[in-house]
């Protein structure tokens, strides 16, 4: 028995790195953010079933996968031209980031003041490819999945 016990152990080695290889090819064809061309043709080129089309999905934003201006570690992102929010739970950060947010983008028109500012709870959701908005916010709860708490400035 002996004799074949490193044999075995190689045996699951591999088998256990083949399954890490697997689980990370698997959440790459089925994510929403890679252009869904390139993770079908993939999926057939390695003869996997093709990943389907996305439909909405929460996610924990950040500033990269929002795409947002970053101010001290809290992203600022302006929504439909007329409202901005700054992902925190800190009233105190948000009206900072805002601010600088605003001083960038030439908002002296704009009376950025902490009374001004709405709290709410909302989830990100990826919206499935060509959509016209890669992602949308959702009325959520401090209990509901994937919810963050955000400072809105409308303007």
Known sequence: MCQHAAALRAAEQDLATHRQRHATLTAWLHNPTHDLGARTALAQLLGLPAPADTPTRRF??????????????????ELDGDQVIAITDDINQALHAITHYGNDHDWAHINITADRLRSEWVAFEWQPEGSECEWLTIDAGPGDHMAVHTYRLPY
Not at 60 to 77: C, F, M, R, S, W
């Open 60 to 77: 924990q934003p950040t500033a990269h996968n929002l795409k947002a201006d970053e101010y001290d570690g809290i992203p600022v992102i």
